[in-house]
């Protein structure tokens, strides 16, 4: 166990300093989805998304530290909980090489390093909070009454939809956290009760008010950016991004979406990511059905995670992240199969990353580990130029570094020159 735990810590230090390396660009370069989405507050009134911008800029105004320093800040602090939290989930006494696949899949913890432009989403507060639920929990039940433990979560719960609504349709995976750690239906349904009621009216709260392009320029103007010219498109500033997205109508990002379906063949391109990215987490679930005596666990954990899949549909209705949804649902699942493995039947500790495999068959297990973590990605949204795992990566990288040569203003997500395009969202839905 002691091998498996300093590989899995190497490898979360390691996904934890490339992703901030990451954030330090973005953040350097003011950008207008990775730090102005972060900024969104309520200068102009109240409006979706603006709890964790309001806070960033009353701390900004009260310390004089530039705002996309701070918003790097908070970023690489949520971040760091998360990887802390998997950390402690990851340490238990069961292995197997299942869950190998799972936390290495390019479809949860290295989905930052192999797609830079994505940059750190609001989700990761999500992820953090879902991780220190689950950890908490596990560790110190004894420690959290009921009351207490349902007044954090409608804290939590309700500034995670103040901070980005479509967090709300993850919301189950927090169910299932509780169902699992707090035995019983009605003692659950208790403890969830009043954070879904304070979760339900931040919901309404943020839907009555989707912001207005006045609402943006005024929201612009408190972070001392520009609103770009009408129809010009992402133009690498600060509001160019989130900022400026407020002032898109539902039904106008609903056709965005659909151009972008049309144009960059999203139903064949996910449809198969989709596979390898949840395959290995049904694979272990599945195992944790038949030979661990989990039945009623992984029932729960099926049940809360097709009620949100079926709630997220309304993500890919409205928008083009779909590899972004995809990456969350895998991510929450990942979390709570760390929590079942606790449970499970302990293996011996020699297993390290391949426990259940046996001698003979280990060759061929790490060759197949190395081509599944190294070979493929799952992209944010299609515009990326490969679809090769790392290999892609050094390849967008290089072409990255000869496109923007030091002191230019671009950023990651403004992509290498034309033949090898990371092109912005705008122009892609203008070429659609």
Known sequence: MLARSRCLDAYLVLVGAISSA??????????????????????????????AGE????????????????????????????????HRLARGPFWTFGMTLVVLS?????????????GFKKEILLFAALGILLVLLLFDQQKLRDWQLSLALAVVLSALVL?????????????AAILLLRPGWRRSVRIAAFPAIAAAVC??????????????????????????SQGGGFDGGICSGGIEWLGQSF???????????RGLGYYRLYGLLVVPALAPMIWVLAEFYRKHGLEHEVRIVAACSTVAMAASAFLFYTAQD??????????????LILLLSWRAAPLPASAGLLGGVGAKA???????????ALCWNLPAVPIYPSRTGYFGLVQYLRGYRAAHPRGSRKDLSSGPPSGNPLRSKDEIFRAS
Do not use: K
């Not at 479509?166 to 927090?174: G, H, I």
């Not at 039904?251 to 379906?261: D, F, K, Q, R, Y």
């Open 203 to 228: 919901a309404v709260a943020v839907a009555t008010h989707p912001g207005t392009h006045s609402t943006a320029a005024a929201i612009c103007r408190s972070v001392g950016g520009t609103m770009p």
């Open 55 to 86: 806070f960033v800029l009353l701390v900004g105004r009260a310390t004089r530290v530039p705002l996309p320093m701070l918003v790097l800040v908070l970023q690489v602090a949520a971040y760091a909980a998360f990887l802390w939290s998997v």
């Open 322 to 335: 779909w590899g972004r949804w995809i990456h969350m649902h895998a991510v929450c699942l990942m979390l």
């Open 251 to 261: 039904a106008g990002a609903h056709e965005i979406t659909l151009a972008s379906i």
């Open 362 to 372: 280990r060759p061929a297990a790490v060759l197949a580990l190395a081509v599944w």
């Open 163 to 175: 901070t980005h609504e479509a967090l709300l349709l993850y919301f189950p995976y927090v169910l």
């Open 22 to 51: 990451y954030g330090v660009q973005t953040a350097a370069r003011s950008h207008g989805w990775g730090i102005g989405e972060w900024l969104i507050n309520y200068s102009g009134g109240f409006v979706r998304r603006g709890l």
């Open 106 to 118: 390019p479809a949860t913890l290295s989905f930052l390093v192999l797609d830079p432009p994505c």
